[in-house]
């Protein structure tokens, strides 16, 4: 608007100073009006650098230029329609009262101009200035409304941006605090199901290592060369934490069941004939289990192990993994000495570890499936971790039912804590 309002008065000047010199050539007024018309034009050129504030600079240099204007006018009526972008100009600069004040002495000099020019009175002269002075000013003022308007929304928006923007800041503040507990979950867990159960196991064989040294020296020496079986796996347990946290026996190939197969082998060796652990697969998975599936498995079933040689006392126990094409099923069962519902499972006095089955619940429950734990006094534990799978289309080989591990009812480990 303002570059259309500086074009419109150049040239509405330029055409009132050609039509004076055209029709009114070699007058002793002519000068002037050159002049004046020079002086109007300099003027307005310099409205711009003055700014737009109503600073008494800039209302100096308004009067000025309207003072200018109406010399012309009175020397030259044809000057009077240059009146048009200077209500454009008193409106933006005055206040609204003032601005109003300025437009209507302005029309009354078109006004007169007009009926000086005309042979006649004409009613169209009296009352078309008024009108288009009425006309710019609705505009300007409808303009200047919907300009307050658009700055009060571009505030708002900005406003809602900055409450946006730290809105995704707090969340993803919030994000990384939650992502940093899980993590810290995470590595507890595998914490105590590989380091923290190793470490334990070599305590109660050092100690069984130490109470036999003198009386039987050949058990002790097998008590601590199991001991260091167990601290050289625990090794590479620590080095696969470094390197991806994934357990040993799946970084070693083979997948879940080969892993399985080698813990249940790993366990009856260690246990040096006091407990014999055996492994069934039954089914045939439709599409490899996923990583995540494979590996909180294998957690369980350390972890479930490592409670039945802790705790349960038993002689026999078995791990079957079953395969149900919507899910996979895993049952660690052992004949131990169980433990009933109004009886919670012993707890050591100094138990410092304590996070089996609540780690065992979570594994299963990051995964969206659901541990579910049988055991009486004196017939044994079964746990049983079952994890639904992705949707793959086929449905893998059924599967019977799971293998009964050992004589009495099977199996899960009794966490003391």
């Known amino acids: 608007m303002a570059l259309l309002m500086h074009a419109a008065f150049f040239l509405l000047l330029g055409a009132s100073l050609a039509r004076f010199l055209m029709r009114h050539p070699g007058e002793t007024r002519t000068p002037w009006i050159i002049a004046l018309s020079a002086v109007l034009a300099v003027l307005y050129l310099l409205g711009p650098v003055l700014g737009s504030r109503p600073t008494p600079r800039r209302l100096t240099w308004l009067g000025a230029l309207v003072v200018v204007w109406m010399v012309l006018v009175v020397l030259a009526p044809s000057f009077a329609w240059c009146a048009v972008p200077l209500f454009y100009t008193g409106l933006r600069i005055l206040p609204p009262r003032a601005a109003l004040a300025l437009v209507a002495l302005l029309t009354v000099f078109v006004v007169a101009a007009q009926l000086r020019l005309a042979t006649g009175f004409d009613p169209n002269l009296v009352l078309a200035p008024p009108a288009v002075a009425a006309v710019a000013t609705a505009v300007f003022v409808h ?16 406003e ?147 409670n039945v040689t802790e705790h349960a ?30 009886r919670p499972a012993p707890r050591p006095p100094e138990d410092v570890r304590g996070h089996g089955l609540p780690a065992m619940r979570a594994r299963v429950r990051q995964l969206g499936g659901t541990l579910t734990v049988e055991s009486a006094p004196g017939e044994g534990t079964v746990l049983s971790a079952a994890v639904p799978l992705p949707h793959t289309g086929t449905s893998s080989a059924p599967a019977g039912p799971p293998a009964p591990p050992a004589p009495s009812a099977p199996s899960t480990p009794e966490e003391p804590a």
């Open 143 to 158: 303009m200047q409304r919907q300009a307050v308007r658009q700055r009060e929304l571009s505030v708002r928006q900005r």
């Open 313 to 342: 006392e038993a002689t026999v126990a078995a791990l079957t993994l079953t395969h149900l094409g919507d899910r996979v099923v895993l049952d660690i069962a052992d004949d131990g000495r169980g433990f009933g519902p109004d």
């Open 160 to 306: 809602l941006i900055d409450d946006l923007l730290r809105t995704r800041r707090e969340l993803a503040a919030t994000e990384r605090r939650e992502g940093t507990l899980a993590e810290r979950q995470r590595l507890s867990m595998e914490i105590h199901d590989t380091l923290a159960q190793g470490l334990s196991s070599q305590q109660m064989l050092l100690q069984a290592a130490d109470r036999s040294w003198d009386a039987d020296p050949g058990t002790a020496r097998r008590h601590v060369l199991t001991a260091a079986g167990i601290a050289e796996r625990n090794l590479a347990e620590a080095r696969r934490f470094v390197h991806d946290l994934a357990p040993a026996d799946l970084a070693e190939g083979g997948g879940l069941e080969a892993a399985l197969h080698t813990l249940a082998a790993r366990e009856t060796e260690r246990s040096g004939g006091g407990l014999t652990v055996r492994c069934h697969v039954e089914g045939v998975p439709a599409a490899p289990l996923p990583d995540r599936v494979q590996s909180a498995l294998l957690r369980i079933a350390q972890g479930a192990l490592a």
